[in-house]
């Protein structure tokens, strides 16, 4: 259903609520894996604004079921806490040029607020599902080493009655219909090293590491899809005068085809073993793993993506282009949910400590994601 006059004013008349909001949650430290600051705010705002069911789950997720008794079916909408800095001290937040600047202001701090505005209204008007329960979830771990550990956990409670999946992630007009896998690993190198003058001669864990990183940069990626591989972290050594026994990396692919991944991880296992052969301690530790998309009702998906884009274009005054992502999308499509990603902000500067909303978008974001939820009230 569109917006009605009444749910528009709605959201006007709280706007200025809404932003401050934002800025006291934009500022609340949320690492991957250390969001228990932000989950039990969220909980305790959804209590005071009336919500009632809402619990925090084993794995940080904030979850407000609505209508959900039972075995019935289930739509989920939800937006992440974690923010990929590592800060747990109060994240530094700025209001200049019609923009709130803060690291994770809009990846996705912009989002749950969206999602939680949404929560108040439903809380406050009382209303129940017309065709099947409502989840709506601030949710753990979508970042980096998260692992998507939040978007797992739901899956794992709810995910025989979930019929339909949307997350809020991104900026306005950007759209995700199709998951990116990845493989993400921890790969550490030991050698004997030594004295850098007295024991010269010895294995030097970086050079082993280095060359490791420039066989895996000489690879080919394979046809089918898009695949992409990055070298994130490297770290070790003792001293400028030490010949390193220790060093370590975290090394990612990725890929829309889960047969590409599949040739990216040969060749990795090829490159490990080579330097094994010479007797160099490789360790190898799996980090990170992302599902692509499994076969998903073409029909459903297509009616999800046209009514996102419609209700994006109404509200925002643009569609949504749909592309391959990796988001918590990845695990209910992996598992043949149909599942979309839907920006609800504007802004840049996503990762980077310059992140940026523009204060304007966020209204318009706002009237999105309470429609798309709407559709089922």
Same mark, same amino acid.
């Given at each position: 259903m569109k917006l009605t006059d009444e749910m528009k004013i709605w959201l006007e008349a709280h706007f200025q609520e809404s932003f401050e909001l934002l800025k006291e949650l934009a500022q609340i430290p949320a690492p991957s894996n250390q969001e228990e600051r932000r989950a039990e705010f969220c909980k305790t705002w959804l209590e005071r604004n009336g919500a009632e069911g809402v619990y925090i789950d084993e794995a940080l997720n904030v979850v407000y079921p609505i209508g959900c008794e039972g075995e019935g079916p289930i739509a989920v909408f939800m937006a992440h806490s974690d923010v990929v800095f590592p800060d747990l001290e109060p994240l530094p937040l700025k209001i200049e040029d019609g923009r709130i600047c803060c690291p994770g202001v809009g990846d996705d701090t912009a989002s749950v607020v969206a999602l939680l505005q949404a929560a108040k209204y439903i809380a406050e008007k009382k209303m129940t599902p017309r065709d099947r329960g409502v989840l709506l979830v601030v949710n753990s771990g979508e970042e980096g080493l998260g692992n998507l550990k939040g978007s797992r956990k739901i899956m794992e409670d709810y995910g025989h009655r979930i019929r339909e999946f949307i997350t809020y992630d991104g900026h306005d007009g950007f759209g995700v219909d199709r998951a990116v896998g990845s493989k993400r690993y921890k790969i550490e190198v030991d050698t004997e090293g030594g004295h850098s003058y007295g024991a010269f001669g010895n294995r030097n864990a970086i050079a082993y590491l280095a060359s490791l990183i420039d066989t895996l940069y000489t690879m080919k990626v394979p046809p089918k899809g898009k695949t992409t591989y990055n070298v994130g972290t490297i770290?070790?050594? @003792?001293?400028?005068? @030490?010949? =390193?026994? #220790? =060093?370590?990396? !975290?090394? &990612?692919?990725?890929?829309?085809? =889960?047969?590409? !991944? =599949?040739?990216? &991880?040969? #060749? !990795?296992?090829a490159a490990l073993e080579f330097y094994r052969t010479k007797g160099v301690g490789v360790t190898v530790t799996l980090v990170g793993d992302r599902p692509c998309s499994a076969e998903v009702e073409e029909t459903a998906m297509e009616a999800m993506c046209t009514r996102a884009s419609d209700a994006a274009e109404r509200n925002c005054g643009k569609p949504i282009t749909f592309g391959p992502g990796s988001t918590d999308c990845n695990i209910p499509l992996s598992m043949g949910v149909p599942a979309i990603c839907v920006g609800v902000y504007d802004g840049a500067g996503s990762h980077t400590r310059e992140e940026y909303v523009i204060i304007d978008s966020l209204l318009?974001?706002?009237? !999105?994601a309470l429609e798309l939820i709407m559709h089922h009230f």
């Open positions: 770290s070790g050594g @003792t001293s400028v005068n @030490t010949i =390193a026994q #220790h =060093a370590e990396m !975290l090394y &990612e692919f990725r890929s829309d085809e =889960a047969e590409s !991944l =599949a040739v990216m &991880e040969r #060749h !990795l296992e318009p974001g706002q009237k !999105l």
